[in-house]
């Protein structure tokens, strides 16, 4: 038997229950993992909310993002080993999930660990980095002379972001609504921080970039914070729009958007990690940054599995925190 966290039905955290499962035996292409640490994500609250773009079968595990050790294999699994460190990349993971001591996950959602990192860390990557290469690389192919909006900065999504526009020497600006991320904002490497609450975005944004507004907008806020900064967007902008922080329904811009020829783009990372050759390109990226140090992964806390709810409760209510939150089975 095995612990793990499953979602049943009900309201709240009272939904999610750890609980004794049989272990269970790879099918002809999954990887079962003995699992060091697993990831919180925003996506978990979606899930156990009952409101994500797929549904769960209830009870149910969840979870996408592990760490961990492989130590059973399908007979059809020919990448991975016995005894491999490895990390589990975000899937529509409906029928799976990695929040518990043993995961079983397709060997396609499987990695190898960058070997420079612990395996708290290794944890922590592969959710916010590979939304942000999605964005920033793959779809916007940002350059040195670019100016990208990083709209709440100091998230681990918005971490991510900054780390991959400055490998390529991007001017990054961030935004925030807590004055006291304005420091760490910094630290992690934007140029620039705007308060979102006390400044006016646009005219701060056309100052920044001599009038020349931005092109590349990174943002999981929408709502009204669109329309701050619709009348920056330089010629042919593009708006990543990956999440609804703001709790708000997101208008689009419409005459602002037209005057600068821009486009909304509803982003998500599974919209590209279905695609073989895009997703290899990624992971070797991101794992040739990690071990360089071009890329660090910052961790905020990790809880035991015996406290998983004070973790999923700190993940909601927490305003500063400083990377990922992680829970080590």
Request: with cysteine.
């Amino acid at each position: 038997m095995a612990r793990s966290i499953r979602i049943h039905a009900g309201a709240g955290f009272d939904r999610m229950r750890l609980e004794d499962l049989p272990i269970p035996e790879p099918a002809a292409s999954e990887v079962r993992i003995k699992v060091d640490a697993f990831a919180l994500n925003y996506g978990d609250f979606g899930l156990i909310d009952g409101d994500y773009p797929f549904l769960l079968e209830l009870p149910s595990t969840f979870g996408d993002e592990a760490s961990g050790v492989v130590d059973a294999v399908g007979p059809d699994v020919t990448q991975f080993e016995i005894g491999d460190r490895v990390g589990t990349l975000p899937w529509m993971n409906s029928g799976y999930g990695v929040n518990g001591e043993v995961a079983l996950v397709p060997e396609y959602y499987v990695t190898k660990s960058p070997a420079k990192l612990s395996a708290n860390e290794s944890a922590s990557i592969w959710i916010t980095y590979l939304t942000a290469y999605y964005a920033l690389y793959t779809a916007a192919k940002i350059k040195a002379d670019d100016f990208i909006l990083n709209c709440a900065a100091s998230s681990s999504a918005g971490i991510a972001a900054t780390q991959l526009a400055k490998i390529v020497g991007a001017t990054v600006i961030g935004t925030t609504r807590d004055q006291d991320n304005v420091t760490f904002i910094k630290e992690s490497g934007a140029d620039h921080v705007i308060s979102t609450d006390t400044d006016d975005v646009a005219a701060a944004l056309r100052d920044i970039t001599s009038g020349n507004g931005v092109r590349v907008i990174y943002d999981p806020v929408g709502g009204d914070l669109i329309n701050q900064y619709a009348n920056s967007l330089a010629r042919n902008a593009i708006i990543f729009l990956y999440g609804s922080m703001s709790g708000q329904d997101s208008v689009v811009p419409l005459n602002e958007m037209i005057l600068s020829a821009a486009i909304l783009q509803p982003h998500s990372v599974y919209n590209y990690i279905d695609d073989p050759a895009q997703k290899q390109e990624a992971i070797e990226f991101i794992t040739s940054a990690m071990n360089d140090g071009r890329l660090t992964p910052l961790v905020d806390r990790s809880f035991s599995l015996d406290n998983f709810l004070d973790a999923y409760k700190y993940q909601w209510a927490a305003k500063n925190r400083r990377g990922k939150i992680l829970i080590n089975p």
